[in-house]
């Protein structure tokens, strides 16, 4: 009896549609750009009149509305446009839930051209270019890192609080290596008033850091270290050690020497806690985290997106006692590993 399988009947569509997939990054792109999610939001849902508040041509907003329809990111009814109920969430900018600055750093030109030549990356096995690396020195792209993606990772950050139970308010000393925008080191601190953060980050990414920490009111107790992350030297005494979005960018070696390196500044009862983006085993499930191999191939020499077992096995030959895996609602995964 042949094996039954969940492939719809051959076809031309999806790969058409694959081809033409830079499209829709464009598309949504420029939506964003010309605020056209939260016009509709305001009421503004005619292609006449968006066109007049976008400050764009009404051919141009109908083709371009009409577009996002089609991939799920409006609904039309008659001639009127409606936001569907995530872009009404994430890409209305009067939603405190608002994620659309996101785009300043997702599609910058020197994230998006690497994948113009995949085809000489992945005979090569990484990035073509020779910077390519998260230890180069106050990047601007990195920079813009800390400006455009802190809304995204705030409900990650909210969760990262609750699972390391923040609220309990005990005195903890943090380290938060290349802390970025410092969301979650400062997120903690929100929770926790005893808690004092140390983030390791290159001076101008601090700069970013320090701003958040302010806007939140926890300035006084958020301190930083400014640096390369293998090099600067940490401290001693730490309750809690954050790698948040920093271990995929390298090869299990570096990771490793990172590792031994976090391992003597921890308390004897202090823990890491990583946030990444963990495949499962079979390294193609769930589709989020195992696709963002895709983006470690193109934008880094060496980084991946490991299964737990890879980090499980990294932690321990660094010397750590045992690591836990949490997945969370979104793509990010929590790996808790005890000193």
């Given at each position: 009896?042949?094996?039954?399988?969940?492939?719809?009947?051959?076809?031309?569509?999806?790969?058409?549609?694959?081809?033409?997939?830079?499209?829709?990054?464009?598309?949504?792109?420029?939506a964003?750009?010309?605020d056209?999610?939260?016009?509709?939001?305001?009421?503004?849902?005619?292609?006449?009149?968006?066109?007049?508040?976008?400050?764009?041509?009404?051919?141009?907003?109908?083709?371009?509305?009409?577009?996002?329809?089609?991939?799920?990111?409006?609904?039309?009814?008659?001639q009127?446009?409606?936001?569907?109920?995530?872009?009404?969430?994430?890409?209305?900018?009067?939603?405190?839930?608002?994620?659309?600055?996101?785009?300043?750093?997702?599609?910058?030109?020197?994230?998006?051209?690497?994948?113009?030549?995949?085809?000489?990356?992945?005979?090569?096995?990484?990035?073509?270019?020779?910077?390519?690396?998260?230890?180069?020195?106050?990047?601007?792209?990195?920079?813009?890192?800390a400006?455009?993606?802190?809304?995204?990772?705030?409900?990650?950050?909210?969760?990262l609080?609750?699972?390391?139970?923040a609220?309990?308010?005990?005195?903890?000393?943090?380290?938060?290596?290349?802390?970025?925008?410092?969301?979650?080191g400062?997120?903690?601190?929100?929770h926790?008033?005893?808690?004092?953060?140390?983030?390791?980050?290159?001076p101008?990414?601090?700069?970013?850091?320090?701003?958040?920490?302010?806007?939140?009111?926890?300035?006084?107790?958020?301190?930083?270290?400014?640096g390369?992350?293998?090099?600067?030297?940490?401290?001693?005494?730490?309750?809690?050690?954050?790698?948040?979005?920093?271990?995929?960018?390298?090869?299990?070696?570096?990771?490793?020497?990172?590792?031994?390196?976090?391992?003597?500044?921890?308390?004897?009862?202090?823990?890491?806690?990583?946030?990444?983006?963990?495949?499962?085993?079979?390294?193609?499930?769930?589709?989020?985290?195992?696709?963002?191999?895709?983006?470690?191939?193109?934008?880094?020499?060496?980084?991946?997106?490991?299964?737990?077992?890879?980090?499980?096995?990294?932690?321990?030959?660094?010397?750590?006692?045992?690591?836990?895996?949490?997945?969370?609602?979104?793509?990010?995964?929590?790996?808790?590993?005890?000193?």
């Amino acid at each position: 009896m042949a094996a039954t399988t969940n492939h719809p009947s051959p076809g031309p569509e999806r790969i058409f549609e694959v081809l033409n997939a830079y499209q829709k990054t464009a598309a949504l792109k420029t939506a964003i750009e010309l605020d056209v999610f939260t016009a509709i939001g305001q009421g503004t849902n005619s292609a006449a009149a968006l066109a007049k508040k976008c400050q764009a041509s009404e051919r141009g907003i109908r083709i371009l509305c009409d577009f996002l329809v089609v991939n799920g990111f409006l609904a039309k009814n008659e001639q009127r446009y409606e936001l569907a109920p995530d872009s009404a969430l994430f890409l209305n900018k009067q939603s405190p839930a608002y994620i659309g600055s996101a785009v300043g750093f997702l599609t910058l030109p020197e994230l998006t051209d690497a994948f113009k030549d995949l085809t000489a990356i992945v005979r090569k096995g990484g990035s073509l270019e020779d910077d390519a690396t998260t230890t180069e020195p106050d990047s601007p792209k990195w920079v813009e890192f800390a400006r455009s993606m802190a809304p995204l990772q705030k409900l990650a950050a909210e969760g990262l609080a609750e699972t390391v139970n923040a609220n309990a308010g005990k005195k903890w000393k943090v380290l938060d290596i290349a802390a970025g925008h410092g969301i979650y080191g400062v997120t903690i601190a929100k929770h926790n008033p005893n808690a004092e953060i140390f983030a390791v980050d290159w001076p101008r990414v601090l700069d970013v850091a320090k701003e958040n920490a302010q806007a939140a009111g926890v300035s006084a107790r958020y301190h930083t270290l400014p640096g390369n992350a293998f090099e600067v030297e940490f401290g001693k005494d730490y309750d809690l050690v954050l790698l948040t979005g920093f271990l995929h960018h390298f090869d299990s070696t570096a990771i490793e020497t990172l590792l031994r390196k976090i391992h003597p500044a921890l308390k004897p009862d202090g823990s890491v806690i990583s946030v990444e983006f963990v495949p499962n085993e079979d390294r193609v499930t769930p589709p989020a985290p195992a696709a963002f191999s895709m983006i470690m191939l193109g934008s880094t020499r060496a980084g991946d997106a490991y299964p737990f077992s890879e980090y499980d096995r990294m932690f321990r030959a660094a010397g750590f006692s045992s690591s836990e895996l949490r997945r969370t609602p979104g793509p990010q995964s929590f790996i808790i590993s005890k000193k």
